[in-house]
């Protein structure tokens, strides 16, 4: 019975981390978003970006991402989906008209989130952050974007240090890992949406715990936490 007792105490405290750790990293993914909002509406009044000048808006970009880790590229897009400014060097001309964020910046004339995707410009597993700027007769001038690299670990992750055994996993709405430590690269793209903890996230559509196998084959308890931001897109 005192082995029994102890083991609930000790699932529960482990509940409680769990929590705990998955309302930060949420949190820290949100600011995130935010934050690369904040810069992309900056970006889109410089007049390089209003006035499509590729080469000294491909420079500007260029020295604004040096500051950034996070981000895989940064650059603006004319309105047919050509790339004209690119903080990574383009080997031809590229055109994104077809990609998801490019075409939910237009559709909904504000701020938008991509899907995971490999980056046409870097090659890199990337999610894109999208602002359009349009003119006062709301016209469409650019849409400048952020390419967010899913490789780049969280910072959480990296200044914490983080109990033996305990992942943490970052899914987008159709259940594909967007992030996972440790190793991303080895489980960026991959899909669990036929998962037990996935149905358990939509379920709830907010937070919760479920006891579940990993693609690694250890069953884990795993605590969520709904990713929220300021931006008008979830």
């Not at 430590?181 to 379920?203: M, N, T, V």
């Amino acid at each position: 019975y005192i082995s029994h007792h102890h083991g609930r105490e000790t699932l529960s405290a482990a509940r409680e981390q769990m929590y705990l750790l998955a309302h930060m990293a949420a949190a820290d993914y949100a600011r995130l978003v935010d934050n690369t909002h904040q810069l992309l509406e900056t970006l889109a009044h410089l007049p390089e970006v209003r006035e499509g000048r590729g080469q000294p808006c491909s420079a500007l970009m260029a020295r604004a991402n040096v500051g950034y880790a996070q981000y895989a590229n940064l650059g603006a897009i004319r309105p047919d989906g050509s790339v004209f400014c690119s903080a990574r060097p383009q080997r031809g001309p590229v055109n994104v008209s077809d990609r998801a964020y490019f075409q939910k910046a237009l559709a909904k004339r504000d701020f938008s989130i991509g899907e995971h995707q490999i980056g046409r410009i870097t090659g890199k597993p990337v999610v894109v952050l999208a602002h359009p700027d349009y003119d006062n007769g709301a016209r469409l001038r650019a849409v400048v974007f952020a390419a967010v690299d899913l490789t780049w670990l969280n910072p959480l992750v990296q200044q914490t240090r983080l109990p033996e055994g305990l992942t943490l996993t970052l899914l987008d709405s159709r259940g594909i890992i967007l992030n996972r430590y440790p190793y991303p690269e080895k489980w960026i793209g991959i899909s669990r949406a036929d998962s037990k903890l996935f149905r358990a996230i939509r379920e709830t559509r907010g937070e919760g715990t479920a006891e579940d196998v990993g693609l690694d084959g250890v069953r884990r308890i795993y605590a969520f936490a709904p990713l929220r931001h300021n931006a008008s897109d979830g």
